[in-house]
């Protein structure tokens, strides 16, 4: 009973440890429903959606269940799996918002705009253009504001602790893995082998371009227009994710007896973070990133 005690308070203690939280929440949730508002842009034109979701608008209209219900008991399974497998330094407030919120925001937003969207193909490739840009700028305000992973974006982190594969690659294989996963609860992948192309919903062109485009898109609104508008650094943000999610609170089956969550505070002159059961002072962001294992 007392070492859960100490592990719910870990939880609770790096969840509101950073500094600017309230700060850090609002634009969060801003980020979150400007997130759902750009998926349904992307469901609206046709062109499909990112993998994740694809998977889960194949298996929630194959149910006949809400996508938003869906994908929150999706990432409500996730975020247990990532807990009880992992460490607490994944999730965070940013995390339970992105799992409550986003589907639900897509859901809303896709049914204000369905009825005043025409089949007209030129409409249709400017609301694809507009949910790549409308949802990389949400993906780079949730990022900067820095207080946890979105639930499927935990999957890849966490293996990557227990891996020798790069984290990116790791990405690529989760997102091919749902893809198909869709595609075989909808009955999709069955059309795609008799050649029925047109039967393959929530999967296309949009679904590429978000996986090739994305990451240099949302890192160029990070580093030029979200990292101002919160006034963070956003050199920095690396170490502090190196900090909070790869290693803060990992090993959390080593943490000796006397530990006390409260000594985790980036705020601290000298971070502490847990290495091999011991609690280590590391004096720069140099030899945080060296001890975190992380570029």
Not at 65 to 94: D, K
């Given at each position: 009973m007392k070492k859960f005690e100490k592990e719910a308070y870990g939880y609770i203690k790096d969840m509101f440890v950073q500094h600017n939280m309230f700060k850090r929440i609002i634009f969060t949730v801003i980020s979150i429903i400007v997130m759902g508002f750009g998926i349904a842009l992307f469901n609206v034109s046709g062109f499909g959606v990112d993998p994740f979701t694809s998977m889960n608008m194949n298996i929630s209209s194959t149910l006949?269940?809400?996508?938003?219900?869906?994908?929150?008991?999706?990432?409500?399974?996730?975020?247990?799996?990532?807990?009880?497998?992992?460490?607490?330094?994944?999730?965070?407030?940013?995390?339970?918002?992105?799992?409550?919120?986003?589907?639900?925001?897509?859901?809303?937003?896709?049914?204000?705009?369905?009825?005043?969207?025409?089949?007209?193909?030129?409409?249709?490739?400017?609301?694809?253009?507009?949910?790549?840009?409308?949802?990389?700028?949400?993906?780079s305000l949730f990022f900067v504001s820095n207080i946890g992973v979105g639930p499927y974006d935990s999957i890849s982190f966490m293996l990557s602790q227990f891996t020798p594969i790069h984290y990116k690659w790791l990405r690529v294989m989760t997102d091919i893995a749902v893809i198909i996963i869709g595609l075989v609860v909808s009955g999709g992948l069955t059309s795609l082998l008799k050649g029925d192309v047109s039967s393959v919903k929530n999967i296309g062109i949009g679904t590429i371009i978000t996986a090739f485009m994305m990451g240099p898109l949302v890192n160029f609104f990070s580093k030029h227009i979200t990292s101002k508008i919160l006034d963070v650094d956003y050199a920095g943000i690396s170490r502090d994710i190196a900090f909070f999610m790869i290693k803060g609170a990992m090993v959390k089956n080593s943490v000796p007896d006397d530990y006390n969550p409260s000594e985790l505070n980036i705020d601290s002159p000298d971070c502490m973070v847990i290495t091999q059961g011991k609690i280590t002072e590391l004096k720069n962001a140099k030899e945080i990133n060296t001890a975190t294992k992380v570029v």
């Open positions: 006949g269940i809400g996508y938003g219900t869906f994908q929150l008991i999706v990432n409500a399974v996730i975020i247990v799996f990532v807990v009880i497998v992992a460490h607490r330094g994944l999730i965070g407030v940013g995390t339970v918002i992105n799992m409550v919120g986003v589907g639900y925001c897509c859901e809303f937003f896709s049914g204000l705009i369905s009825p005043h969207i025409s089949d007209n193909i030129a409409v249709r490739i400017c609301l694809l253009a507009a949910g790549i840009i409308v949802l990389c700028f949400s993906c």
